[in-house]
């Protein structure tokens, strides 16, 4: 049976951390490091998204505002709202909540972000820094995935890793973290051949991909440590992973639970990129 990775734990201890830390910003320079949040139209999701991290980012003494914007804001509001946050000194951390509506394109609105405040860390730059081994911002959830496993205490170097999807969100900044932790990564997606089998031979199986509960426990190599990204609603309301929990939890030896696995760090690992960003900035000049 399966030692379960409370993710729950995990952001508290790491929002308890970026608390302190805001403390001594706050003392060494005059002010609180600032987080702003620009939210285009009313998708319901996406309301309730940023109320979360609006909550989180005060709970930990972070300054900031959310910028609602109706859903008729043409692209270039938006990027000269962007343009002009990059400008703000006060400003440490810019998060565009996605999806915005379709007439504004998401790849333009990424670009425009200073890299130095892209705390999702979405920005080519800070793509291409993670994959080039360099200090950037890395993306807040696969952080978060790294953050769960290096809490086991287990010897990462070696590990056969399967990431099972390959979105710019999750899957690709995950298997460049993976590999950092010098494992040995597999990237599986929809083309994948035999995915059953490639699964079984996962030392750490990552699965974010957004299919209830496709990952069965015959996929499982006794004793994987499985990490579950996938956030699925049932048609009965429920919420579940891209794993089938308890198949899973008789054969591995760790795995996350869904809710309460990876979704929580998600928040917790944005609020510590701001941190570092504001840190960054100042160190910087
Ligand atoms: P995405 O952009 O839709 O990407 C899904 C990936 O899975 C793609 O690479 C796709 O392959 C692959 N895939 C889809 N069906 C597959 C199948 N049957 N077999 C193998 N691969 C398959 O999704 P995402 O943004 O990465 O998110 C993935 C999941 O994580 C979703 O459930 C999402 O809600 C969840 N999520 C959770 C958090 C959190 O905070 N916990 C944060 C972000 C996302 P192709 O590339 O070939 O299409």
Not at 15 to 24: I, K
Request: aromatic residues 4%; charged residues 20%.
């Amino acid at each position: 049976m399966a030692r379960v990775i409370d993710g729950k734990v995990g952001a508290a201890q790491v929002r308890g951390q970026v608390r302190l830390g805001a403390e001594a910003f706050h003392s060494q320079f005059g002010r609180a490091p600032g987080l702003d949040v620009i939210l285009v139209g009313d998708d319901a999701a996406s309301a309730v998204y940023v109320r979360n991290k609006e909550k989180a980012a005060e709970e930990v003494g972070f300054r900031g505002k959310v910028h609602r914007l109706p859903a008729n804001t043409s692209e270039s509001e938006v990027l000269s709202l962007v343009a002009q946050l990059n400008e703000t000194d006060e400003v440490d951390g810019i998060l565009v909540q996605f999806p915005v509506p379709s007439h504004i394109r998401q790849d333009a609105v990424i670009a425009a972000i200073s890299p130095a405040k892209d705390v999702d860390g979405l920005h080519p730059i800070n793509m291409g820094r993670l994959w080039s081994g360099l200090d950037g911002l890395v993306s807040c959830t696969p952080a978060g995935c790294i953050w769960l496993l290096e809490q086991l205490g287990v010897k990462l170097a070696g590990m056969r890793a399967v990431v099972l999807g390959r979105s710019q969100l999750v899957g690709k900044p995950i298997a460049a973290l993976l590999l950092q932790k010098d494992c040995t990564v597999t990237v599986a997606h929809s083309k994948t051949q035999d995915l059953e089998a490639v699964c079984r031979e996962a030392d750490i199986l990552i699965a974010a991909v957004g299919r209830p509960e496709l990952v069965r426990g015959s996929w499982i190599k006794p004793g994987a440590i499985v990490i579950d990204v996938g956030i699925n609603r049932t048609p009965s309301g429920k919420l579940v992973g891209d794993v089938a929990y308890a198949e899973a939890f008789e054969l591995a030896s760790a795995i996350t639970p869904v809710p309460g696995g990876v979704g929580p760090m998600t928040i917790a690992m944005l609020l510590n990129n701001t941190l570092i960003a504001a840190k960054r900035r100042k160190a910087a000049g």
